[in-house]
């Protein structure tokens, strides 16, 4: 078998000086990378794959390995230990429902505050529409406006509580209607 230079291989050729690759990553890279990563996964995967294997030989020793006994021995596959367990876990699981219950509380706050927001530009909206309504039936003078006292009897707006009443209309509407 004749050997044959890397740089000469189908997958890792060396590009002509003329050639210019668009990622500008050349396939012998892209191919090591990919070996690299490949070896690395299967050195992870082997021990967790590792099985451990109990027996009893002749002379009455436990032994354990990871290959099978040889003929017919009874054999006992043996569980691998559980990972160490973090002595940080249960103070990092406080930590993290701490900070999620600060997100949530943090969360309603602001809803609370935005539905009070919408709430009070709902009211001055109101409070504008109705004090220019009132602005315009105020300003036609051959109507007569009236209003009730507490006993419920209607007064009639003369010329001063027409006035008085308008000036109070113009200041809502300076308080409540944007621009």
Avoid at 65 to 89: C, F, H, L, R
Avoid at 91 to 114: G, S, T, V
Avoid at 157 to 174: A, G, K, L, P, S
Wanted: aromatic share 6%; hydrophobic share 35%.
């Amino acid at each position: 078998m004749t050997p044959i230079p890397i740089g000469r291989t189908a997958f890792c050729r060396l590009p002509s000086p003329n050639e210019h690759r668009r990622d500008g990553v050349r396939p012998c890279i892209r191919l090591g990378v990919a070996v690299a990563a490949a070896l690395a996964l299967a050195v992870a995967a082997a021990p967790a794959a590792a099985t451990v294997y109990k027996w009893v030989d002749a002379n009455g020793r436990v032994i354990y390995s990871d290959q099978p006994p040889p003929g017919n021995v009874k054999t006992e596959i043996v569980k691998p230990p559980p990972p160490p367990a973090n002595p940080n876990a249960a103070r990092e699981l406080e930590d993290q429902d701490l900070a999620n219950k600060q997100r949530d509380h943090k969360r309603a706050e602001e809803a609370k505050a935005a539905d009070k927001a919408r709430q009070t530009a709902q009211r001055r909206r109101e409070a504008c529409v109705n004090a220019l309504g009132h602005i315009k039936a105020l300003q036609q003078k051959n109507e007569n406006l009236f209003r009730f006292n507490e006993q419920g009897e209607k007064i009639y707006y003369n010329d001063e509580m027409r006035r008085d009443d308008f000036e109070r209309q113009q200041e809502i509407v300076r308080e409540n209607c944007p621009g």
